[in-house]
């Protein structure tokens, strides 16, 4: 190992496990890369070799190329990279979403990639993973940030949607469009039938498909060059991905409200920047009271923070007693999704033939 004791550095192309000679999620190109989930600011192309969850394998070659090589492991599977044994646990985050487990001459250390504890139908759900060094996001690392359950907010959603569907408008949701969209897909579907059909905008539709080919249970979803009739589309739902809203195709559904899904829906401030008819908080990462426990469950006493709320986390985890410090990276997190909706045109009609899957943050 080169000087100094850290198992992990952060180096110009990313996080770098010494002796093991690979990156984790890497934002420059490099030989080797471990990826915790498929979102675009953590997988990102021109890799030599990727290893990751089978899961997230089927969406990366969805998303960067059929002929990239990508090794797919099993969730606790141990791989050997030069003497550091390396496991992927579930984060809870999207579908195939992993924390890395590194262990190398009775160190462990865990990158947990971004997590949520709340469990839900579309994704293996959160598993603490003991370790000495926890690397850890703090998208929403502020105590104000404490998520309702999440089947209250569903149940709202659907309150939203039968009300508009009376009023004779569509209902638009701006929902990122991996893992996000799927888990209101399920979680409304959980709820029973809605008032009208749902249709989805093509870069929903196309990771929808990599979900059902993984055995994830969604609905019936249409594209609108399914032949939705214009008296059920003042009665449907519309999922679509946040850049496509102010989209040409948007036109096409006539009458309709619209609201934002995300976490930083819970400051009025955001909600009313994005210029939206309502808001509803539902994030795949963990809140304050989530960040605190997984810390906790893991043991370690070394404390790695980075993107998002830094700072604060990392004050409240030295005042009870941990080693905890700044970790700088460039992960973008849920606010970043944005940006990271350009891997799919969500500005082409939406009866066009389907975009290649999307590395929308959640």
């Known amino acids: 190992m080169e000087v100094g004791r850290d198992l992990v550095q952060v180096r110009p192309e990313g996080l770098y496990c010494v002796p093991g000679d690979f990156y984790i ?4 190109p490099v030989a080797r890369a ?12 021109g890799h030599g070799a990727y290893l990751a969850h089978g899961a997230s394998a089927a969406l990366l070659r969805a998303r960067l190329g059929a002929d990239i090589a990508v090794q797919a492991v099993r969730y606790g599977e141990v791989v050997d990279c030069q003497g550091v044994r390396v496991s992927l646990h579930p984060a809870g985050h999207v579908l195939g979403s992993a924390q890395i487990r590194l262990e190398h001459r009775g160190k462990v250390w865990v990158v947990s990639g971004d997590y949520k504890v709340e469990g839900d139908a579309t994704c293996a759900p959160f598993e603490p993973v003991r370790c000495h060094t926890f690397i850890t996001e703090s998208t929403f690392g502020l105590p104000l940030y404490r998520w309702r359950r999440a089947a209250d907010v569903l149940a709202d959603i659907r309150a939203w949607w039968c009300g508009n569907a009376e009023a004779g408008r569509a209902s638009v949701l701006y ?5 996000k969209a799927q888990r209101l897909l399920a979680g409304l579907a959980a709820l029973g039938d809605g008032p009208g059909p ?3 905008h093509g870069a929903v539709d196309a990771v929808n498909r990599a979900y059902l080919e993984a055995g994830v249970t969604l609905p019936p979803t249409r594209r609108l060059d399914g032949g939705v009739e214009p008296a059920a589309l003042r009665r449907a739902l519309v999922l679509a991905p946040p850049a496509a809203q102010g989209s040409r195709w948007l036109r096409r559904l006539g009458a309709y409200a619209d609201a934002m899904v995300s976490g930083w829906m819970q400051l009025r401030g955001v909600r009313r920047r994005r210029g939206v008819d309502a808001g509803f908080v539902l994030s795949d990462h963990a809140d304050w009271p989530g960040l605190l426990a997984a810390i906790a469950a893991s043991g370690a006493s070394d404390v790695r923070v980075t993107h998002g709320q830094v700072a604060p986390l990392v004050r409240y985890l030295s005042e009870q007693g941990l080693q905890a410090q700044a970790l700088a990276t460039r992960f973008d997190g849920e606010e970043g999704a944005d940006a990271a909706d350009s891997d799919v045109d969500v500005s ?3 009866d066009a033939p ?4 999307g590395g929308d943050g959640a």
């Open 25 to 28: 999620d890497p934002w420059r």
């Open 34 to 45: 471990v990826i915790t989930h498929a979102h675009a600011d953590h997988a990102r192309r």
């Open 175 to 179: 929902a990122y469009a991996l893992g």
């Open 198 to 200: 749902i249709v989805v």
């Open 348 to 350: 082409v009609a939406m």
């Open 354 to 357: 389907a975009p290649p899957v």
